[in-house]
């Protein structure tokens, strides 16, 4: 089985099997493309139901699962954007989001956050940018260590955002058969890639590979999360700017504060009702 990098649910990049999650950044060195994908372990799936009509029927409701949870994020880009609109920044011109898709082939869902050029990137993305200069991000001009995506804690529900993310898929498991027995043994793997066109950037990533399209690729795979997990990134030319560091160290949480900001905003009109 493969998985998906970037933005184009055909592109194979390297092999993974079981059950995953998995979080990608794609860099093609004009537009800046995020991705998420649930994988499902399609023998395991076939194993436990009862009939293919409730597998069929799980996976359905896996994908409606999926579908609010891009929903929050397009919300909460619609609420960036209200406040401080820009035209060509606006939802479907600086940022797309894709449908949420399932890939037969590879078994698993997913969708894409699109930024279509750097400008967008960063405005959408500006508080995150000043929390990454605050909390001392840097250790030198060259080397860049952060958090490990899914082992960001969202403060609001106090949980990590891989957390987040495996709850989705454990709400889709409501009313099947097999509801009990995956509840207590889905134990996701969680993929973090970066891709990008710059060869020179080096990190502690667990593999690293040149792909197609001339991309660079960086895998992190974790089986368990913790707290103090990082990631590392070293660059050999400064010249190709610090941005492409705080898109590794920081867009991650991306899609975690999208949701983040649906619950504040959520919260701060119900105080004024």
């Known amino acids: ?105 590879n078994s698993c869902f997913g969708f894409d956050v699109v930024f279509t050029s750097l400008a967008a990137w960063n405005y959408y993305h500006q508080s995150e940018k000043e929390e990454g200069k605050k909390g001392g991000f840097f250790i030198d001009r060259q080397v860049s260590r952060g958090t490990f ?26 009313g099947f058969s097999f509801e009990e027995k995956l509840k207590n043994e889905y134990s996701p793997q969680y993929l973090y890639l970066y891709s990008t066109p710059y060869g020179k950037i080096k990190s502690d990533a667990t593999y690293t590979y040149r792909g197609k399209e001339n991309l660079y690729h960086h895998l992190w795979v974790k089986e368990d999360l913790k707290e103090n997990d990082t990631i590392l990134l070293k660059v050999t030319s400064i010249n190709y700017g610090m941005w492409i560091l705080m898109v590794l160290v920081l867009s991650l949480t991306g899609m975690a504060i999208g949701i983040i900001i649906v619950i504040t905003h959520s919260r701060r009109k119900k105080n004024l009702l």
């Open 1 to 105: 089985m493969s998985f998906l990098a970037g933005c184009n649910l055909k592109k194979e990049v390297t092999p993974i099997s079981g059950e995953y999650i998995l979080l990608a950044v794609s860099n093609n060195g004009s537009s800046i493309c995020q991705s998420l994908r649930f994988g499902v372990d399609k023998e395991k799936m076939t194993e436990i139901s009862s009939s293919l009509k409730e597998e069929l029927e799980f996976r359905k409701s896996l994908k409606s699962k999926i579908e609010t949870l891009r929903n929050e994020i397009l919300l909460s880009f619609a609420i960036l954007y209200l406040q401080n609109p820009v035209k060509e920044y606006r939802l479907n011109s600086g940022v797309i989001l894709t449908n949420v898709a399932y890939d037969d082939k």
């Open 149 to 174: 995506p899914f082992s960001v804690k969202m403060k609001e529900e106090n949980i990590f955002v891989g957390e987040r993310y495996k709850n989705v898929f454990l709400s889709a498991l409501s």
